[in-house]
């Protein structure tokens, strides 16, 4: 068997089909030697060595995939306290172990594999001090109205009354939260209720200038460049190739992300990996497509969006409604995989439409928004008993999601609108916890809890171990010219299997090229 066959097969054969690849995009390129230095500090610190190996297997043994690499749709999720899945780095450990096992035990087989020796039999318990994101009182308004005062040579129009009728519009309003780390948190609503404008927020992608409130990991407030690093933003749309296949799609991604001291054929293993933790096995070798071209199913698709985008196995995940567009059995099996990133030691944050019976099963919190303003925030669990003390009970059998939204739909075309159940889930927050503001219970600063999570084989920061994060934090993995290349080469392969398309645009670029320099000549 191959060394690579060999890889496959063990992965297939391993536990527990959530790989992440450990690299983050915007790693500097001695991140690696860093990473080692740390893991080596770790394992000294704790004692550990391979043969802890056996405390590993723990946690949610429920496979995700069946032996033929299908997803596991049959289990039904159970609620149950989040269990921990391994990170990238512990289960390619594991390949590695299990490829030295079956080689020629007489041979000494040196594998440059430290940088993977992280310190695995972490995973088999809990973190005592996991990442807690708090969002506190977040609100943001926009001008809306007519157009900003006629501005020449940036001076605004002095005349009176030019922005006399513009508004303000409030599209988040005092919204508060906390998402931890093993936990699914989803921002439920209506179209136009702040979804994507919340998750947005949290993200920081729109500017900290106009947002009031606080957004904190582990109590710190998160600086951009850091968080940055530490997470990913998957969109709504799949802006992918459309010919180029599943596989290469995600090596192209792990090329560009990942540092240029990972080898190739460790970029290599980490996709392969990826791929089976996606659930895209049996889609490796199947081209995107598009509306021409036959490729791969909507959700598959969207997976690979997903895979695009945790490819350096981030802290934080946010989504923008992962599920839409897709059908009940597509979109449960992306919360699935969702569910199991999570579980790694991440915190993930989506936005949804109306979540399937299913899917409620994964998500661990939920936000209701209204027109910008929470109606509900707690467990799916604790929903009857919220509507139930607000007088509207949920009917048995009733699905619980579409009960609220129809609900929340109907308070907002009353006089009042949603103010009644915005002050009750007011009051229903204080008496469920009095200590809301204060409940991030991590005793772990951010610094150390990044390095405790690096430890565990998530790498997902480029600052070093001693420094100070927050300041030091680097922005890219690789030197331009590598990303150039890497994007050079992605569209000319794609090119080179749609001819028509190339031609095309050559054709395009040549007449764009020609025409003002005849039409110069001619003057
Ligand atoms: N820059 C902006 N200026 C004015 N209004 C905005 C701006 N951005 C968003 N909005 C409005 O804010 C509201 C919330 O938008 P958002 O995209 O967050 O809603 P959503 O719940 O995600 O909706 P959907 O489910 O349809 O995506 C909408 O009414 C939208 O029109």
Redesign the pocket.
């Known amino acids: 068997m191959t060394n690579f066959s060999h890889l496959l097969y063990t992965l297939k054969h391993v536990d527990t089909p959530n790989i992440l690849t450990p690299y983050p995009s915007s790693l500097p390129i001695n991140f690696l030697e860093k990473v080692v230095q740390l893991q080596i500090e770790h394992s000294e610190m704790s004692g550990l060595g391979h043969s802890n190996m056996s405390g590993f297997y723990t946690g949610d043994s429920r496979p995700l995939f069946n032996p033929n690499n299908q997803m596991e749709l049959q289990q039904y999720p159970r609620r149950s306290k989040p269990s921990i899945s391994p990170t990238l780095g512990e289960l390619l450990k594991r390949v590695e172990d299990a490829q030295s096992d079956t080689s020629n035990y007489s041979t000494p087989v040196h594998h440059h594999h430290q940088v993977l020796e992280l310190g695995y039999a972490c995973s088999s318990m809990p973190p005592s001090n996991p990442f807690v994101l708090s969002f506190n009182n977040l609100t943001y308004s ?3 109205g007519p157009k900003m005062p006629f501005s020449v040579c940036g001076k605004a129009d002095p005349s009176p009354g030019s922005s006399k009728t513009a508004s303000t ?1 409030v ?1 988040l309003n005092d919204i508060s939260g906390e998402a931890r780390e093993g936990e699914i948190m989803a ?1 439920l ?12 927020a949290l993200a920081d992608r729109i500017a900290k200038e106009s947002l009031k409130g606080s957004v904190t990991l582990n109590g710190e407030v998160l600086e951009s460049r850091l968080l940055k690093v530490i997470s990913a933003y998957v969109m ?1 749309d799949d802006l992918l190739f459309p010919m180029l296949t599943v596989e290469e799609t995600l090596m192209f991604s792990a090329e560009f992300r990942l540092p240029r001291s990972l080898s190739r054929s460790k970029k290599k293993a980490r996709v392969q990996a990826l791929i089976d933790q996606l659930g895209l096995r049996n889609a490796a070798n199947t081209v995107i497509g598009d509306e021409g071209h036959r490729g791969v199913s909507g959700g598959e698709r969207r997976r690979v969006s997903i895979g695009i985008d945790i490819v350096h196995d981030p802290i934080l995940l946010f989504l ?2 992962p599920t839409s567009g897709l059908d009940s059995t597509s979109a449960f099996m992306v919360v699935k995989v969702l569910q199991r990133i999570a579980r790694s030691g991440s915190i993930v944050m989506l ?1 949804v ?1 109306q979540p399937s019976y299913r899917i409620l099963t994964l998500l661990d919190r939920l936000i209701f ?1 209204s027109h ?1 303003q929470t109606v509900f925030g707690g467990s799916p669990g604790s929903l009857p008993e919220f509507f139930g003390q607000f007088g509207h009970p949920i009917p048995e059998n009733e699905n619980r999601t579409e009960f609220a939204l129809d609900l929340i739909r109907e308070l907002e075309e009353a006089p009042d609108g949603t103010k009644t159940l915005v002050e009750f889930n007011k009051s229903w927050q204080t008496m469920k916890n009095p200590m809301n503001r204060t409940r991030n219970v991590s005793k772990l600063s951010l610094k150390d809890a990044i390095s405790a999570s690096i430890s565990r084989g998530k790498l997902v920061s480029g600052a070093p171990n001693n420094s100070n994060l927050t300041s030091s934090v680097p922005t890219f993995a690789n030197p331009l010219w590598t990303e150039m290349m890497v994007l050079s080469k992605r569209s000319l392969l794609n090119a080179k299997r749609m001819p028509e398309l190339f031609g095309i645009r050559l054709g395009c670029c040549s007449c764009y090229r020609y025409n003002p320099g005849y039409s110069f000549l001619s003057s």
């Open positions: 926009v001008k809306v519009k599209l921002v609503g209506a179209s136009g209720s702040g979804k994507s404008t919340l998750i947005d709504q923008d409604e936005s439409h928004l910008g």
